[in-house]
């Protein structure tokens, strides 16, 4: 890289870089550093859009001592309400029909928010961040805080399967829960041994968290080549399928119809078989969906 007279880019924020030889680079760091310290005391708790701005970093993340750009939970829930669009908000709130805050923000935006978060946060960070969204009960929150959390590959995910499971009893609708049981689908992929803790949730009187079981074992629809451990989950998870179809609620038939649907485009015999002993009981709609790919 030159050191010309050009621009360079420190821990997410533009410095000038200086004519040969090159400056320690601390100099970047302390000279922002002073700036900040004369601003922080514009905004008790955190750093405001228009400080942030004059400081060159993102809007809502701080300035540590070592340099380093972090978001904090705070400054992450500062950050979807400051995108908040009155008009958008109240339509979602007629769309979702459940009582709680609606920000109006879209998903395409919260996407961009959560991808920045990831990049300067630890997993441990990640799950206090989504906890304190999630915690909010507000709709965009909570979307925001399993988006954060629903990732591939964790070393060591212990923590991040407690808090999405903290989530379960709390579900009330459908595009949170589905949103969270997308994240616990992740989390279950990589540690099957908890199935048994998810399929028990099919006791439970909540319909949406009954539902949840369906919904987090979907990767198990499609898969192309099953072992045998991926076979006895689609059995344990098909025998709880077929203890909700004479359930009414609309969303559990749903539930049902998508779990099918999508196994029938790895396995439509046995969508096949199953559709032969307990279709009748299937609503009408329902039926006709989970057999949209079998011909």
């Known amino acids: 890289m030159s050191w010309g007279r050009t621009a360079g880019l420190i821990n997410d924020f533009r410095i000038d870089v200086y004519p040969l030889p090159r400056p320690p680079v601390w100099i970047p760091i302390v000279n922002a550093a002073l700036k900040y310290n004369k601003l922080k005391n514009e905004k008790a708790d955190g750093v405001s859009r ?3 701005s004059q400081l060159g970093l993102p809007p809502y993340k701080k300035l540590v001592c070592d340099g380093r ?3 904090t939970p705070k400054s992450a829930l500062g950050a979807l309400i400051d995108l908040s669009d009155p008009q958008n908000a109240a339509k979602m709130a007629a769309y979702h029909k459940v009582d709680r805050r609606y920000l109006g923000v879209s998903n395409p935006q919260i996407d961009g928010l959560y991808k920045a978060w990831r990049k300067d946060t630890d997993i441990a960070q990640r799950v206090a961040i989504s906890a304190y969204l999630w915690d909010s009960d507000i709709h965009e929150a ?3 805080a399993a988006k954060l ?11 991040v399967w407690d808090e999405i499971c903290r ?44 539902r949840a079981v369906l919904v987090m074992t979907l990767p198990w629809t499609k898969l192309n080549h099953p072992s045998q451990a991926d076979l006895e989950i689609r059995e344990l998870i098909l025998g709880r399928a077929a203890s909700y179809v004479s359930d009414t609620e609309p969303f559990i038939q749903k539930s049902i119809a998508w779990w099918l649907r999508s196994l ?32």
Not at 176 to 200: K, M, N, T, W
Not at 277 to 293: D, I, P, Q, R, V
């Open 69 to 71: 750009i972090m978001t």
């Open 142 to 144: 909570r979307v925001a």
């Open 264 to 295: 029938s485009k790895h396995d439509p015999d046995r969508v096949r078989v199953f559709i032969a002993e307990y279709g009748e009981k299937m609503k009408a709609f329902a039926l006709k969906e989970a057999t949209a790919h079998l011909g």
């Open 167 to 210: 989530w379960v009893p709390s579900f009330d609708a459908w595009a949170i829960a589905d949103h969270a049981c997308f994240a616990g689908g992740r989390r279950l992929s990589a540690h099957p041994e908890r199935i048994a803790q998810v399929e028990a949730w099919g006791d439970a009187e909540n319909m949406w968290v009954r």
């Open 149 to 159: 959390l629903t990732q591939a590959r964790i070393a060591d995910d212990g923590a």
């Open 50 to 52: 228009r400080n942030t």
